[in-house]
C-alpha cells in the first residue's frame, strides 16, 4: 500500500523514493511513519535510507497538504532517530527550504550539494 502510494504521488518528482521506502520497510526497526485516512495512505516519512542519519523522503498527499501532516511525520522520524542516538538529523535533498526551516528549524549546510549523490550522478 505504501510503495504504490509512493510510486502513484510522487514519481514524477523522484521515481527512486519508491525503492528508499523499500528499504526502509526491510530495516528493523521499520524506518517510515505513515499517516493514513479512511484505511488509506496519505502521508509518509522515511530516514537512514540513502544514508544513515538521512532524514527523507517525505511526502503528503496533494488533497491533505497545509494541515500539519507532514510535520508530524517528521517529528515522529526525528524522534525515533533521537531514540536511535543520533544526535542530528541530515536532509540530504531539499525542495521547499521554507518548509523544513518550519516545520523542524532546520539550517542549510553550506556547499553541501551535492554532498553523498555525487556518486549517483558522476564526476
Ligand atoms: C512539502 C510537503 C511534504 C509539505 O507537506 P504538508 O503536509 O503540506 O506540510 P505541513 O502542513 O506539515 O506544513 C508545515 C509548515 O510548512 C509550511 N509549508 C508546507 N509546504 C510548504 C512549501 N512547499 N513551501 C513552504 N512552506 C511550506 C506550511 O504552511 C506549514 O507552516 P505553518 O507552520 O506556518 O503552518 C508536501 O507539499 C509534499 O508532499 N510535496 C511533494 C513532495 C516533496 O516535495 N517532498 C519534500 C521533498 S524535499
Known amino acids: 500500500m505504501l510503495l504504490k502510494f509512493v510510486g502513484d504521488t510522487f514519481s514524477d518528482i523522484c521515481p ?3 525503492d528508499e521506502c523499500n528499504s526502509a520497510l526491510l530495516r528493523l526497526p521499520v524506518s517510515c511513519f505513515i499517516a493514513e485516512h479512511d484505511g488509506q495512505v496519505i502521508g509518509f516519512a522515511c530516514y537512514d535510507t540513502t544514508a544513515k542519519g538521512f532524514l527523507g523522503p517525505l511526502g503528503t498527499a496533494p488533497d ?3 494541515q500539519g501532516i507532514a510535520r508530524a511525520l517528521i517529528v515522529s522520524a526525528m ?3 533521537e531514540s ?3 544526535g542530528y538529523a541530515i536532509i540530504p535533498w531539499v525542495r521547499f527550504e521554507e518548509f ?3 516545520a ?3 539550517v542549510s549546510i553550506p556547499d553541501s550539494e ?3 549523490y555525487r556518486r549517483l550522478v558522476g564526476r
Open 16 to 18: 527512486g523514493w519508491v
Open 64 to 66: 491533505f497538504r497545509c
Open 79 to 81: 524522534h525515533a532517530m
Open 84 to 86: 536511535e542516538g543520533y
Open 100 to 102: 523544513y526551516q518550519k
Open 104 to 106: 523542524v528549524g532546520a
Open 114 to 116: 551535492p554532498g553523498v
